[in-house]
């Protein structure tokens, strides 16, 4: 096999990435340069890009275990060689015995942290359904293949890069208090870079989906396995949850933004119609001529931030159970309209903003890859636990970490998430309901060519990451890795500050801002964006952001 090309995951400030990996055939960027290897060398066997995709969801669910997994769900956003366009949903479900106040005490108040920690955080795991689907419909390569890589990193044991070492070891409190059975590997008192971990319960479940497929993971062993765990748990997955759960294919969400067309994930994911709200909001300004520094570009980005979030937490959830005007929300009057109190003058409280009039009768811890295969399919991929771990639980005897999912429905009207997202109705928890994410896998065409493959993880903030980081592209002509190491900033209508990162707005741009009505609150990293830009007569670039262990894997 010829030698595959990597670009590792930078060490320094953010912003000090400036060139990404440059390929001629094929690419992923992932979270792990193991997952990102795995996923090249199917592409490297003659395998396309979903069956890459599976190959990394399986390897991520090993090296990357607080958000890669096969124990939580996501979305997939294909776009194949002919131009056709397919998305999977693969979100997790409520079990049935879920109900709307199963979070709150008798009084009607939220009880602390039971959607996050905890066996009933935990939605039906959609993740192995969703790989089996994709197959299906588009894979190549023997199925074995695609999940041999991830059970030799469970069986012969793979080394921590420092930062999943650190993960490993600051969460090792809540893995005890939390767990029935807790893995050896949670229990060592201090991981270190280099050394090597076993996961030998993860490589016999691994191995049963890899002979028995679906059934490998929804039915027999396993499945016995997490009902026995929820049992110790106090949790509600039964088996009929398990059996049940099916992925589902879905119409991507499109639009056109100037020379571009966005293509992305339709509800249950809030990510597709925001990042194209957003886009829209801003088409009519000449965001281009603006300073992307300048007082007047973040106060734009900002306010139409505020308005699209808004929307969010009232117009977004499962549409399978909820009729979410999508027509509506994307129409250019109505967006228009949304902005029409715009003025570059001043900020416009949080609490003046509500959501939309559209007239409807009776919405941190992910993960995302970009795959180009050597046929120009792509694939957009973004698959999460929720929180770091999820709910912090492991099913004894599989290996897997469970999701705390649950937390991303509305478990009070008007109550906050984990990521300080408020919701309604909409996204209320009924029985076998999906829960609205922020998911946002998205792939980008140009003069109907491929031209991007993007998204990011990071909860709230992975919409906003992925807007700025299309914005950095083509309208400041950054690179790709420029434009994902690019520091960036984020509001999301309530709390009501823009959060930013370090070096992204200039002090004196920052007191302006002050003066018009903003506030602002520094913060830790903002989205972690994995992104795969074309170029012309030179193949593709990857952005490999060093906010991680992102790595960039190509030939």
Known sequence: MALLLFIFPGCGKLGDQTTGLITGEAMVVSAHPLASAAGANMMKNGGNAV?????????????????????????????????????????????????????????????????????????????????????????????????????????????????????????????????TVTPRFLLDERWAAGDLVYMKNLANTLKRIRDHGRSGFYEGETADLIISEMK???????????????????????????????????????????????????????????????????????????????????????????PVPVEQLLDDGYLHRRMADFSFNHAISSDSISEGNTQLEESVETTHFSIVDPWGNAASVTTTLNGSFGAKVVVGGAGFFLNNEMDDFSIKSGFPNMFGLVGSDANAIEPGKRMLSSMTPAIIEKNDSLYMVIGSPGGSRIITSVFQCLLNVTAFKMNMQESVSAPRFHHQWKPDRIYVEPGRIPEITKQHLVEMGHIFEETGSIGSVNAILMIPGKGMEGGADPRGDNTASGF
């Open 51 to 179: 069956d890459a995709a599976i190959a990394v969801q399986f390897a991520l669910a090993v090296v990357y275990p607080s958000a890669g997994n096969i124990g939580g769900g996501g979305f997939m956003v294909i776009r194949q060689s002919d131009g056709s366009l397919h998305s999977l949903d693969y979100r997790e479900k409520a079990p049935m015995q879920a109900h709307r106040k199963m979070y709150q005490n008798k009084n009607g108040d939220v009880i602390n942290d039971l959607s996050i920690l905890g066996h009933l955080a935990a939605g039906v795991p959609g993740s192995v359904d969703g790989m089996v689907r994709a197959y299906e419909q588009f894979g190549t390569l023997p199925w074995r293949d695609l999940i041999q890589p991830a059970i030799d990193l469970a069986e012969k044991g793979f080394p921590l890069t420092e930062r999943e070492a650190s993960k490993l070891n600051d969460n090792r409190a809540e893995f005890i208090s939390t767990n």
């Open 232 to 322: 110790r748990g106090n949790g509600i997955i039964n088996h009929d949850d398990l059996r049940r759960y099916e992925s589902k294919w879905r119409e991507p969400v499109t639009a056109n933004y100037r020379k571009l067309r966005i293509i992305s994930m339709g509800p249950p994911s809030s990510g597709g119609i925001a990042l194209i709200q957003l886009l829209k909001m801003i088409e009519n300004y000449e965001v281009d001529t603006m300073d992307w520094k300048s007082e007047n570009y973040v106060h734009l980005l900002v306010e139409a931030e505020k308005r699209v979030y808004a929307d969010r937490a009232v117009w977004l959830g499962d549409a399978d159970y909820f």
